[in-house]
């Protein structure tokens, strides 16, 4: 195999596991990526279209659905052209491609996780000067820095490692990811792993941030009903999405301390797409349900279609 990127290839082994139930596999993604975008979808057309939810903790929610719908199509339809294929191979570029959006994903659902998490510090802690705070200005200034951060951070790992040349080609998962690749190259990488730990210990501490904010906002709902069902309607969704987004990240970090066993490789697989699918379809469903305000909004705009129909 040439070691030039334009025409290295990588070989994908963790459908390994799948080529006797490959049609039950790509039926079930295909309506879970389909699923995943509608309710995605829904959500961003209803908050744009809606004047009275042009709120800040909509506005995050938008972006938060549109980051996931993001972090979907990055992943599933190479997935889907997998199982109907005998040979599970991606190119150089294309698997470039896949890690940078996989990354933007990841990187910009924690900022959003973050800055959501101060929306709700401020809105709890202190009601009285919110509107002064989360002003519409302020607002779009957070959305732009958390995008701006996402893609600089994505912008210096890409730089640092289009320069390694590949040696190795076999990538024991479902999609190609950052140090999967970096463990095949030639050379010395330890500048990759230096920037590597500085992004890790740079979310750690914006999981840090939301830990605090969280503290101080169970703080206050303990000693006020009113704002204890607060907290129940527009914290508890956010609580719920952090949790599956951290636990689906955690069991990623964990399966790849498994040995390399193919008897492990199904559970491997599962723990490492946890946080591609799980959260991008909970979090418009768990916000739909449990925001009263937004849910209603939903249902009415859904009657109003199936009233038209008929």
């Not at 491609?97 to 910009?108: R, V």
């Not at 969280?214 to 907290?231: A, D, P």
């Not at 799980?278 to 979090?283: A, L, S």
Request: with cysteine.
């Amino acid at each position: 195999m040439e070691n030039s990127s334009s025409h290295f290839v990588f070989l994908l082994h963790g459908l390994n596991e799948t080529r006797t139930k490959r049609q039950i596999f790509f039926a079930i993604s295909f309506l879970v990526y389909i699923f995943t975008i509608f309710v995605n979808l829904t959500l961003i057309l209803t908050i744009l279209l809606e004047k009275i939810l042009h709120e800040p903790m909509f506005i995050f929610l938008c972006n938060l659905c549109v980051n996931g719908i993001c972090g979907s199509t990055s992943f599933y339809p190479k997935l889907l052209i997998d199982l109907l294929s005998d040979s599970h191979v991606i190119s150089y570029t294309a698997c470039i491609i896949q890690i940078c959006g996989i990354s933007i994903y990841l990187a910009c659902e924690i900022a959003n996780l973050t800055v959501m998490a101060y929306d709700r510090y401020v809105a709890i802690c202190k009601p009285l000067e919110y509107h002064s705070i989360m002003t519409p200005r302020r607002v779009g200034m957070l959305v732009q820095i958390m995008w701006f951060l996402t893609f600089f951070e994505i912008i210096v790992w890409l730089v640092l490692a289009v320069r390694l040349p590949m040696c190795g080609s076999r990538i024991e998962k479902l999609y190609c990811f950052t140090w999967d690749v970096l463990k095949l190259s030639c050379v010395d990488t330890t500048l990759n792993n230096l920037y590597g730990n500085c992004c890790f210990f740079f979310h750690s501490f914006q999981l840090l941030l939301i830990i605090i904010s969280y503290v101080r906002i169970t703080r206050i709902c303990l000693t006020s009903q009113t704002e204890h069902y607060k907290f129940m309607e527009t914290c508890l969704p956010h609580l719920i999405t952090m949790s599956t987004f951290s636990i689906s990240i955690t069991f990623d970090v964990v399966s790849a301390r498994f040995s390399s066993d193919t008897s492990l490789q199904a559970l491997r697989n599962s723990f490492s797409i946890m946080y591609l699918i799980v959260p991008p379809i909970m979090n418009p469903l768990i916000y739909g349900l449990k925001l009263k305000q937004l849910r209603r909004i939903v249902w009415r705009r859904f009657n109003s279609k199936i009233t038209a129909l008929e």
